[in-house]
């Protein structure tokens, strides 16, 4: 199954680690954010990977084919959204394949999202339950089905949110634009329509890389880990 990393992203919200690297490399526990998802993947058994790139493409090919000659890069001329993106980097696939956030570090799972999208024959979104999911949208679940999204919530609470592992299927894109939001144009028709499964996060950790303070506590979290 192939497997896409959405890597094209500026690190806008990164001005001090991302200034003069692309987001993708930026370093967490002694290694990029990329090489933790590449390692992460072929270790449980999903070798074929193709990243997405965008901003600072030729810097992180260049780093990629020297580790795992392999991997395959696909670039956008410009930047297209989280849908366009994948439309574009997933237009000869005929089969089911997963997509990956370029920011985050997890001790995901695959095999459970693969599972479940090959069982329900569905597209699935990975979901990550948190204690307080104010800085994050929320999912509306009933059992394995997403009804709905909702908006960041104004005070602290539990939730769902989407982790930013995906099993999708070709077809959602064939009619879409070249440059779109699957979170804004994609899920949330699936949802109402009751045709978007989720499977919960089952690991340790989770961590969006996104801003510096993001950044920070996953540095924190793997370090104090390490010494265990």
């Excluded at 199954?1 to 490399?25: D, F, Q, V, Y």
Aim: hydrophobic residues 40%; contains cysteine.
């Amino acid at each position: 199954m192939k497997t896409i990393i959405l890597a094209g992203g500026k690190g806008t919200r990164l001005p001090e680690s991302a200034k003069h690297i692309p987001k993708p490399l930026v370093e967490v526990a002694g290694k990029p954010i990329l090489e933790h998802q590449i390692h992460a993947l072929i270790a449980q058994g999903f070798p074929d990977i193709r990243l997405s790139l965008g901003h600072k493409a030729e810097v992180i090919r260049d780093w990629v084919v020297k580790r795992w000659p392999h991997v395959e890069c696909v670039i956008e001329a410009e930047p297209r959204g989280t849908g366009g993106a994948i439309r574009y980097a997933s237009a000869d696939l005929l089969e089911p394949f997963l997509v990956v956030n370029g920011d985050i570090v997890s001790d995901f799972n695959f095999s459970d999202v693969a599972s479940k999208g090959k069982e329900t024959g569905a597209n699935v979104i990975l979901g990550h339950a948190l204690p307080d999911a104010r800085e994050m949208g929320l999912l509306e679940v009933q059992g394995d089905t997403i009804r709905a999204f909702l908006e960041k919530p104004k005070v602290e609470r539990p939730g769902i949110i989407n982790a930013g592992l995906y099993y999708l299927q070709p077809n959602l894109f064939h009619r879409m634009p070249d440059q779109f939001s699957i979170e804004h144009m994609i899920f949330p028709e699936l949802a109402r329509a009751g045709a978007l499964r989720h499977v919960l996060h089952r690991g340790n950790y989770w961590f969006d890389c996104g801003t510096e303070e993001r950044l920070r506590n996953v540095r924190a979290y793997l370090e104090v880990r390490s010494k265990r």
